[in-house]
Structure formats: C-alpha cells, structure tokens
C-alpha cells in the first residue's frame, strides 16, 4: 500500500516580504499551514511562534509605522521547522525573554517553552528573531 507523501517530505525553503499591518498575522500563519500541511507534527506550535515574532516586530520595531514592512524567511522539511522574522529595525530595546505583565511580556517565552532552540541575531540596522522547532 502506498502512502501519499506529506508536502515537508522534501526541504523547502520560502521568503515572503509582508507590509507592517496587522492582519498580516493571520496571513502569515496561512501561508505556514499551506507550506507545511495541516498533519506536519508541530505545525500549530511554529504557528503560534511565528505569530509571536510577527507581533513583537510590528510592536517595537520599524516594521510596524507607515511603509514598514516584515520578512519572513521559513525552512522546512520533515524533521524541523525555521522561522525568521527580519524586522525594519528602529527598536529602543533587544528582543528577550522579560517578566511578563497583564498586559505584554509573554510573546519569548511562549517561542522559548516551544521551540527547541531560538535566537536573535542583527543584521544591519534590521533585527531577525528565529526559531526551531
């Protein structure tokens, strides 16, 4: 009996350049489900990470003013997942894991909790966050 094969049986690698606008959350985490597949096994965990780091981007960064924009760099294949997400820069602070408070301060710690590995690295005047998992 044959098995159909999963979309992530092979590597693939994809970079999309989204405008700093909000709903490009929703838009991002569909284009992960298409990539992936709904059965890859931590597709709901990269999702939640990449929408954290999309987030924290259009937050405190650059990306998230007029004309701002977010790349999203996504790795793939059967045994891992990796994101990147390379905001426009402008940032007053250094992305990391904080205390969180009632209103903000959990987006790093749920990509830390889910991830196996995670990271921030600049890249010019840009920052770009990334995950594992």
Known sequence: MQTNAYPYDRPGFEVVLLPGVPRIVSTARR????????DHPVLDEAQ????ELITNALRYSDSGGEGGQVRVEI???RSHTTVRVVDDGGSATFPQVTQASDESGRGLAIVAALARAWGVRQVGRRTA???TI
């Open 129 to 131: 966050v990334w995950f």
């Open 48 to 51: 939640i990470c990449q929408s």
């Open 31 to 38: 284009m992960l489900h298409d990539l992936l597949g709904e």
């Open 75 to 77: 790795e793939y294949d």
